[in-house]
């Protein structure tokens, strides 16, 4: 069982920048992807980006471009970050970080919720224009 945790969100006018961490609770060797979803009311869970144990990424296109998923291995504690730059007001949500032990094979499958399973708490962003 591995916990995490999301740090980071809060207000932010239109243009700005925040940047968002989410912490494990223990080693994540087994982890292959770490990713960001959000996901704003009346609306799907979206995946925002996501990162696998070799450091490829991959990014949902309404962030292309803007985000930035990174992460640092300090301890075999793995944290992922979020660098969100140029945020636009759509981009308000609650923003989860996730985790997943299992490989799936299809290039998809990386912003499919149901492939994750260990979940953050969520932390809220909220864009003003």
């Known amino acids: 069982q591995v916990q995490l945790a999301e740090s980071g969100g809060g207000s932010v006018q239109a243009g700005g920048s925040l940047r968002l961490s989410c912490a494990a609770s223990r080693s994540t060797y087994n982890i292959y992807y770490l990713a960001w979803f959000r996901q704003s009311p009346g609306k799907e869970r979206e995946g925002v980006a996501a990162?696998?144990?070799?450091?490829?990424?991959?990014?949902g296109e309404a962030v292309k471009g803007r985000f930035i998923i990174s992460q640092d291995n300090a301890n075999a504690k793995r944290t992922l970050y979020l660098q969100m730059n140029s945020l636009k007001s759509e981009d308000s949500a609650v923003y989860y970080c996730?985790?997943?032990?299992?490989?799936?094979?299809?290039?998809?499958?990386?912003?499919?919720?149901?492939?994750?399973?260990?979940w953050g708490r969520g932390t809220q962003v909220t864009v003003s224009s």
């Open positions: 990162i696998d144990s070799d450091g490829r990424t991959q990014y």
């Open positions: 996730a985790a997943r032990t299992t490989v799936w094979s299809a290039p998809s499958s990386w912003s499919k919720d149901f492939t994750y399973n260990y």
